[in-house]
């Protein structure tokens, strides 16, 4: 039940030709964030609910990696048409966004995030009985497509929530679930795997019993975040209260119709894209990194089952390396917290989203030493398995310390149009994690280890200076656009 007692203001306007006079609902974000909602630190509770939500379908998109050599021999299918089980989930987190991002932005977060774990839930388990390779592809990329919800959504609905001064912990929390989920999700599926009496239906039936729990608790306790979305619903009652059927607020004054909801806001996240390039260079920076994640589905087993002999459920040990890293990069994000509170009053509460940017800076050198160093250490199975595993440590910290202030700045920079942005980076960077994994095995089985990692490498050396750059001019560059406008 909505419970806010937010601080309102009325005005009054006269509406085409019947010149009728109206009373609209004002808020102001706020007012919104010191109603009894965030008083009572509900918004723990929600990001909770966000967070673990998050991890369910990230978790979900690498669990069926350890089935693709059963599929193969399941169905008869090469390498690379098995590995469309990963390739095409991670695709439905491209496509989802643009549906989403836009659809919140009219309707609030709770409706989206709740209709899209419902359908995580019921494509998860439609996948687990699937008769067929086509049907197993078909119901994979549905589950990813509703699946994004979470990822789209968690974004815009912590900048709902908090102010400039308190997003930054929650937000490194987030992207700590987003990486979290497709690390653990390779041992997990690889003991499934081994164990003949569960077997890799089972990668499908689990996020399917986990989607089902966190659709109950979102359902009953995830609150409205979105403040015109708010104001309506106060409006609503102070109609049902005061009988005055002219109180509104200005949400329900936009009228929507196929076209409109297509122009303005299902191509938003991709106009931006073209039109803007602080949002496009922090895609790209999102995107190679968000790549390289599920690329590692293909080079760790290349690494520690191929060039080891380790059995799939200890061959995906060594990504827990990553998630230290990732830990580790967490906690030197949150770590810059105190001094971006300093920045933001000594520039008088106005908060510069280039705050969010300097650690990625050493994150991205880490990242790119950490690559040379899994391709250098892993390419001899005479190396000990924890030279390689230790790389992990670099590429996690790089993980997060990458993605996060492209997040974060993205968030920061948007304003009102941070569901979209953050639609747009979703896309993106899921359509990176999608490609990697196809071109992966030709890469890895023609360059070899050391060489498909130096390729790599030289890579993110490139995008060291994007973090840099934006610091230094990404203000100049945004007084230009129309971003945050």
Not at 31 to 56: D, E, P
Not at 150 to 156: D, E, I, R, S
Not at 267 to 290: D, N, Q, R, T
Not at 416 to 427: E, L, R, V
């Given at each position: 039940?909505?419970?806010?007692?937010?601080?309102?203001?009325?005005?009054?306007?006269?509406?085409?030709?019947?010149?009728?006079?109206?009373?609209?609902?004002?808020?102001?974000?706020?007012?919104?964030?010191?109603?009894?909602?965030?008083?009572?630190?509900?918004?723990?509770?929600?990001?909770?609910?966000?967070?673990?939500?998050?991890?369910?379908?990230?978790?979900?998109?690498?669990?069926?990696?350890?089935?693709?050599?059963?599929?193969?021999?399941?169905?008869?299918?090469?390498?690379?048409?098995?590995?469309?089980?990963?390739?095409?989930?991670?695709?439905?987190?491209?496509?989802?966004?643009?549906?989403?991002?836009?659809?919140?932005?009219?309707?609030?977060?709770?409706?989206?995030?709740?209709?899209?774990?419902?359908?995580?839930?019921?494509?998860?388990?439609?996948?687990?009985?699937?008769?067929?390779?086509?049907?197993?592809?078909?119901?994979?990329?549905?589950?990813?497509?509703?699946?994004?919800?979470?990822?789209?959504?968690?974004?815009?609905?912590?900048?709902?929530?908090?102010?400039?001064?308190?997003?930054?912990?929650?937000?490194?929390?987030?992207?700590?679930?987003?990486?979290?989920?497709?690390?653990?999700?390779?041992?997990?599926?690889?003991?499934?795997?081994?164990?003949?009496?569960?077997?890799?239906?089972?990668?499908?039936?689990?996020?399917?019993?986990?989607?089902?729990?966190?659709?109950?608790?979102?359902?009953?306790?995830?609150?409205?975040?979105?403040?015109?979305?708010?104001?309506?619903?106060?409006?609503?009652?102070?109609?049902?209260?005061?009988?005055?059927?002219?109180?509104?607020?200005?949400?329900?004054?936009?009228?929507?119709?196929?076209?409109?909801?297509?122009?303005?806001?299902?191509?938003?996240?991709?106009?931006?894209?073209?039109?803007?390039?602080?949002?496009?260079?922090?895609?790209?920076?999102?995107?190679?990194?968000?790549?390289?994640?599920?690329?590692?589905?293909?080079?760790?087993?290349?690494?520690?089952?191929?060039?080891?002999?380790?059995?799939?459920?200890v061959g995906g040990l060594p990504y827990i390396g990553v998630i230290i890293g990732t830990l580790f990069g967490a906690a030197a994000t949150a770590a810059t917290q105190p001094w971006v509170l300093r920045k933001l009053k000594q520039n008088n509460g106005e908060m510069m989203p280039e705050w969010r940017l300097p650690v990625a800076i050493p994150g991205a050198v880490l990242f790119t030493?950490?690559?040379?160093?899994?391709?250098?250490?892993?390419?001899?199975?005479?190396?000990?398995?924890?030279?390689?595993?230790?790389?992990?440590?670099?590429?996690?910290?790089?993980?997060?310390?990458?993605?996060?202030?492209?997040?974060?700045?993205?968030?920061?920079?948007?304003?009102?149009?941070?569901?979209?942005?953050?639609?747009?980076?979703?896309?993106?960077?899921?359509?990176?994690?999608?490609?990697?994994?196809?071109?992966?095995?030709?890469?890895?089985?023609?360059?070899?280890?050391e060489w498909a990692c130096t390729l790599l490498g030289c890579v993110g050396a490139l995008l060291i200076p994007i973090p840099l750059l934006l610091y230094i001019f990404g203000a100049r560059i945004r007084a230009r656009s129309g971003l945050s406008a």
């Open positions: 039940m909505w419970t806010s007692t937010a601080p309102m203001t009325l005005s009054t306007h006269s509406t085409g030709r019947k010149r009728r006079s109206m009373c609209a609902v004002h808020g102001s974000p706020n007012s919104i964030r010191k109603t009894n909602l965030w008083l009572h630190n509900l918004r723990v509770y929600i990001c909770a609910i966000l967070g673990i939500s998050t991890m369910i379908v990230a978790f979900a998109s690498s669990i069926f990696a350890p089935a693709i050599p059963v599929v193969m021999l399941l169905y008869g299918v090469s390498k690379e048409v098995a590995t469309l089980g990963v390739s095409l989930y991670v695709f439905g987190f491209a496509a989802g966004p643009l549906v989403f991002g836009p659809f919140s932005e009219l309707k609030g977060r709770y409706i989206p995030l709740v209709l899209s774990m419902f359908g995580f839930t019921i494509f998860s388990f439609a996948t687990a009985v699937s008769k067929d390779v086509q049907s197993l592809f078909i119901l994979r990329f549905f589950t990813g497509f509703f699946g994004s919800g979470p990822l789209t959504l968690a974004g815009p609905a912590f900048a709902d929530m908090f102010s400039p001064q308190q997003r930054g912990v929650p937000i490194v929390m987030f992207c700590l679930m987003v990486f979290i989920g497709p690390l653990a999700g390779p041992f997990t599926g690889g003991f499934i795997i081994m164990n003949h009496s569960l077997g890799w239906r089972w990668t499908a039936y689990i996020p399917g019993i986990l989607g089902a729990a966190a659709l109950v608790v979102m359902t009953l306790f995830l609150e409205e975040t979105f403040q015109p979305v708010i104001l309506t619903r106060k409006a609503e009652h102070l109609r049902r209260e005061t009988g005055d059927w002219s109180l509104h607020s200005e949400q329900e004054e936009i009228h929507l119709d196929l076209r409109s909801i297509i122009r303005d806001n299902l191509s938003l996240p991709l106009k931006m894209l073209v039109k803007e390039p602080i949002v496009l260079c922090m895609c790209i920076f999102g995107a190679f990194v968000y790549g390289l994640l599920y690329l590692f589905l293909t080079a760790y087993p290349y690494v520690f089952q191929i060039k080891r002999g380790m059995n799939p459920g030493g950490g690559l040379f160093w899994l391709g250098w250490s892993g390419y001899k199975g005479n190396i000990h398995w924890i030279v390689p595993t230790a790389s992990g440590l670099f590429t996690g910290f790089g993980l997060l310390t990458m993605f996060l202030p492209s997040l974060a700045y993205l968030v920061e920079a948007s304003g009102d149009k941070s569901a979209s942005a953050i639609a747009a980076h979703t896309f993106l960077r899921s359509a990176a994690g999608g490609a990697f994994p196809l071109f992966a095995t030709q890469m890895f089985d023609g360059l070899g280890v």
